[in-house]
């Protein structure tokens, strides 16, 4: 028998290598269990101490970040010392914080385990959504904002009532914003950056953490009593003249179809312009991407096939199929004069890149004015190379041990509510304003759209005006890049 231990901590994972403990790299783990073993009050200098069964509440890579984070640990050793938190936090560098060290836990608890859902955050700068120079060569077609009908035909097998995959609350959302966005007034003027108050995803408020936002906090699909949408009869009349379209096809022969032609093209990067600096730090997003961000949001909540959004994933391999319980979008706000937005997203699991790739192929879409029945499209077979949007502006934001914590009461409970103070500084201070003084300084995702942009061959089989996923045959020609564009930073 040995001594259970619960570290609940946080992490700015920029100088690291990723949490999980690897011979010879630089991970957050292998910082903090050293520093755990220094302090565990062995008498001599040559006895070790031995942890097994160490177990974390969720997986981070190079560059993500933790706001809270859980290890659980076994020391074997019953006689080991457990050092204080603010011991261990004397030796640990400022950018890992210890918050509370539960010891001994009970009830054999995990931290993976144990954890019914995990929640994440995604911190995107607005000048992200800017759109691709004209070198590119995207398809950039006029903007048309989604009806209930769109989603309707989107998802035609869902029960708007009763679905158990998920589309359920997709419906009833938009049904219940589209009802409230009449009573509302309508506009968000790009000049006012007045403070406003925030409706937070996942059962809890965003903090407000910023003297600075921009903008009002309306639905995500509020934009629909402002725009002219598509009536049922005119519907209707389309139906019926691409009926009468199609019985006339039967009788004349098809003279402008022309076939598609699949010969592998090779291609140099683009020669791109750099864009103004002063012009990126001073974008602020429009109304219409932002209703396609609340739009793409509610798409992806719900149980999907996400094979596309994981690294190495088949279309049939069943793990791939995983619900997302909740996922909304925050209000603009603005930090240090640049304007962000955050998306948080709460699941059981994810897998490794999974919500990096989701976020990467939001911005994609929006920037590009890709139709976002891409989004639906991305969940069927076809396969599709998503790349990852840049680590730091992930943050694992917290796990969720209802069911551990109702069954050993409260004494025993595993949660920041007693540090939530401590926790809320160390995540505004040292991860939320270090990623926005970061951007602002390296701008490091204009960086990362920028590869993209110079290789905009590579995406435009499904970057495409009809949001259709079409054969790859646009390749970088061999020899013209060394460099990978998939792990980025």
């Not at 309508?186 to 936002?213: C, F, I, K, L």
């Not at 949408?229 to 009926?243: F, P």
């Not at 304007?339 to 989701?358: D, G, N, T, V, Y």
Request: net charge negative; with cysteine; proline share 5%.
């Amino acid at each position: 028998m040995g001594i259970h231990i619960a570290i609940l901590f946080g992490y700015n994972g920029t100088s690291f290598e990723g949490l999980e403990r690897a011979k010879g790299e630089k991970t957050v783990e292998s910082v903090l269990l050293s520093a755990l073993a220094t302090l565990s009050g062995k008498s001599s200098a040559t006895e070790s101490v031995t942890m097994i069964n160490i177990s974390r509440a969720a997986t981070t890579e190079e560059g993500e970040h933790a706001a809270r984070q859980i290890l659980s640990v076994e020391i074997v050793d019953d006689n080991t010392k457990i050092p204080s938190v603010d011991a261990l936090n004397a030796v640990l560098p400022e950018s890992i914080k210890v918050f509370k060290i539960i010891s001994p836990t009970v009830g054999g608890f995990s931290a993976r385990r144990s954890c019914e859902a995990r929640t994440y955050e995604y911190l995107i700068p607005t000048y992200a959504f800017m759109t691709p120079q004209q070198e590119t060569g995207f398809d950039i077609q006029a903007e048309v904002i989604a009806t209930k009908d769109d989603l309707d035909n989107m998802y035609p097998d869902a029960d708007p009532e009763s679905d158990r995959s998920g589309q359920a609350s997709l419906f009833t959302t938009l049904r219940r914003q589209l009802t409230r966005s009449r009573s509302r007034s309508r506009g968000r003027s790009s000049s006012v950056n007045a403070p406003v108050e925030e409706g937070g995803p996942v059962g809890s408020e965003y903090p407000a953490d910023t003297t600075e936002q921009a903008g009002t906090n309306t639905g995500f699909f509020s934009s629909l009593s402002r725009k002219k949408s598509i009536s049922r009869r005119s519907l209707s009349r389309k139906r019926s003249q691409a009926d009468n379209d199609s019985t006339n096809s039967l009788i004349a022969p098809i003279a402008n179809e022309n076939p598609v032609d699949n010969t592998p093209q090779f291609f140099d990067p683009i020669a791109l312009p750099h864009r103004s600096v002063d012009k990126i730090r001073a974008y602020r997003i429009t109304e219409e991407q932002l209703d396609m961000v609340r739009t793409i949001v509610a798409i992806f909540r719900g149980t999907h096939n996400w094979h596309n959004y994981v690294p190495g994933a088949d279309a049939d391999d069943q793990r791939c199929f995983m619900r997302i319980i909740n996922i909304e979008s925050g209000s603009p706000e603005v930090h240090n004069g640049m304007e962000w937005i955050r998306i948080k997203a709460q699941s059981k699991a994810m897998a490794r890149f999974q919500f990096r790739r989701m976020m990467a192929l939001l911005i994609l879409v929006v920037r590009t004015n890709t139709p976002r029945s891409l989004i639906a499209n991305s969940f069927g077979v076809t396969k599709i190379d998503i790349p990852n949007a840049p680590a730091m502006g992930l943050i694992f934001h917290q796990p969720t041990y209802a069911q551990y914590n109702e069954a050993v009461g409260p004494e025993s409970a595993i949660n920041f509510d007693e540090d939530k103070s401590k926790v809320e500084s160390f995540r505004r201070s040292m991860i939320h304003e270090q990623v926005y003084t970061e951007e602002r300084d390296g701008l490091h995702f204009e960086e990362w759209l920028r590869k993209i942009d110079t290789n905009a061959f590579l995406y435009k089989y499904y970057l495409n005006a009809r949001g259709l996923i079409t054969p790859q045959n646009a390749f970088l020609r061999e020899g013209a890049l060394e460099e990978s564009m998939y792990n980025v930073r």
